[in-house]
């Protein structure tokens, strides 16, 4: 139930897209709402909402607002080159100059990951996210020129891009550099990770029941 919820809101946005005759502002008013749903229904299902749903659901108000008021797709078009750079940007951040863990800021929970292989995920990590931007910011603004079509079908490549292409490239980036990552550890840093990554899990997609904040400080302890 919980993963449906989570992706509700992509679903809704890719479904009302196709059947209004590819009117994207019928999709971002169908994306607000079933997010609204979503933080609801993660309410009712768990008690509380996370801190990565709220975050993730004013960041959509601030570019889906504009978008309906002002009736211009482009500010929701915006939006992923925009947060992609904000969390490259957070990353960084973060690390070199707060000297605070992303993972902690987001999860509540401290990682078993040592500081240097730390600070190359976080490097690797901010470069991708900084070239994802880039590449929203040509597929919904330059496809017509680079691919000599016309602005709906660029449009059309934008949303399908947008529903599951950025997904698909997001999950296979962050696979790889968790296995780097995972290999760079020790057997006991191993095991407090696997914990970390299974409460964070059942945060978002499981039964709710632990909270992936109470993690043991034993257990999450940089070693």
């Given amino acids: ?53 709220i975050v993730v659901i004013l960041v959509l108000f601030i570019f889906a607002i504009p978008t309906i008021l002002v009736k211009d797709p482009d500010f929701i078009k915006w939006k992923v080159s925009v947060v992609n750079s904000v969390i490259a940007v957070a990353i960084l951040l973060c690390q070199f100059v707060f000297k605070k863990d992303i993972i902690e800021a987001l999860t509540g929970c401290k990682t078993p990951i040592p500081e240097s292989v730390l600070k190359k995920a976080a490097v690797a990590t901010a470069v991708y996210f900084l070239l994802c931007a880039c590449l929203n910011y040509v597929i919904a603004f330059r496809l017509p020129e680079i691919m000599n079509i016309n602005s709906d079908e660029a449009e059309n490549l934008w949303v399908n891009y947008k529903t599951y292409g950025n997904g698909i490239l997001n999950t296979v980036f ?50």
Avoid at 13 to 24: A, M
Avoid at 37 to 51: A, M, V, Y
Avoid at 182 to 189: A, E, I, P, R
Wanted: aromatic share 10%; hydrophobic share 40%.
């Fill in 174 to 223: 962050m696979i790889g550099v968790f296995g780097w990552v995972y290999s760079q550890l020790t057997d006991q840093q191993k095991t407090a990770l696997e914990k970390l990554v299974a409460d964070v899990k059942d945060e978002h997609i499981g039964s709710g029941k632990k909270n992936a904040g109470e993690c043991s400080s034993e257990e999450s302890d940089k070693q």
């Fill in 1 to 53: 139930m919980k993963l449906l919820l989570n992706i509700l809101p992509a679903i809704c946005f890719f479904l009302t897209y196709k059947f209004s005759d590819h009117n994207l502002i019928y999709a971002t008013i169908a994306v607000v709402i079933s997010s609204v749903i979503t933080l609801g229904g993660s309410w009712f299902l768990q008690g509380k909402i996370t801190r990565i749903q």
